[in-house]
């Protein structure tokens, strides 16, 4: 779980709903092919990218579980909430919950900070809690600000969180959110949207900022002092329009991964077998209801 951890340190203030760069690529994306189609042909966000960029697993057991009646489904058959307070010592006020799903701001509140002298039992509920939090980076919806009790039956094994793949799972997200918003009706954009931001830095030269050379663990870290100011919004959609359109095959970087200066940044376990072959598969992504 080494990549959640560093996702959380990366400083998401540059990122906007709506941020003309995104924006302007999110409307080359085709639902039907998973691919953003570009002047000199279609590319794509790859679990390779996924590894690499953030550090997730991609390989191992897949997310997922039941949303509509999560209820029955809970541990022993205990009340969601009675499961909620053994798990993390505490329920959080009516006025906090909606549903099945808890107020950002109660669980920033409540585990912001774990007391400097805590036991083992504390540590585990202040993990389950950062954990959870860290769910709403990784599947963000639109709201951005509650964060469902489903991950309940994934925190109480603290010891088994590394070996489901989360980096495949949130790429399905990521694809179904971009694949909602194509709809001409849809205004807002859900999912792992830093990803794809990485993903245009590393991919487009021309569009990264300037100063950012140094290269760490994930990849994504880069980037993580960048934070731009003045506004996104109106016409610079227009310019990031334009200035795709004029893209030629030479500005895009087909084998971002076969540099030096990349590679001796890379995790080993990144570099096993196990992990390189899921690159060349055709097959499923699941999280949850969502299969890509």
């Given at each position: ?7 959380a ?5 540059w ?14 994306w ?28 991609v ?8 949303l509509?009646e ?9 009340p ?15 006025s906090?919950?909606?549903k ?16 400097k002298v ?38 109480a094994?603290?010891?088994e ?27 807002k ?22 100063g ?10 880069r ?9 996104e919004k109106?016409p ?19 084998m ?11 995790h ?25």
């Open positions: 779980m080494a990549g959640l951890y560093h996702l340190r990366l400083n998401d203030r990122f906007r709903l709506g941020e003309a760069l995104v924006s302007a690529f999110v409307e080359r085709r639902p039907e092919t998973h691919t953003f189609h570009m002047p000199f042909g279609e590319c794509t966000i790859t679990l390779q990218d996924v590894a690499y960029q953030l550090g997730l697993p390989d191992g057991s897949y997310v997922s579980g039941c509509s999560f209820y029955i489904y809970i541990q022993g058959g205990r969601a909430w009675v499961w909620f307070q053994e798990l993390l010592g505490v329920v959080p006020p009516p906090q919950v909606q099945y799903a808890v107020n950002c701001s109660w669980f920033q509140e409540t585990f912001g900070e774990c007391p805590a036991d083992d039992e504390t540590v585990r509920r202040y993990a389950r809690a950062y954990i959870m939090m860290l769910g709403t980076q990784l599947f963000a919806d639109k709201s951005g600000n509650r964060i469902h009790i489903r991950w309940l039956p994934y925190v094994r603290l010891e969180m590394g070996t489901y793949s989360w980096g495949s799972a949130a790429l399905a997200w990521l694809y179904r959110c971009m694949c909602r918003v194509a709809n001409r009706h849809v205004v954009l859900a999912g792992l949207l830093q990803l794809l931001q990485f993903w245009i830095f590393w991919r487009f030269p021309r569009f990264r900022p300037e950012y050379e140094t290269f760490s663990w994930p990849l994504a870290s980037w993580s002092g960048y934070n731009p100011s003045g506004s109106g610079r959609v227009q310019m990031w329009r334009l200035r795709i359109d004029r893209l030629q095959d030479r500005e895009f970087i087909w971002l991964y076969t540099t030096l200066d990349v590679l001796q940044d890379v080993p376990e990144a570099l096993e077998p196990r992990h390189m072959a899921l690159w060349r598969y055709v097959t499923s992504l699941i999280y949850f209801a969502v299969t890509e």
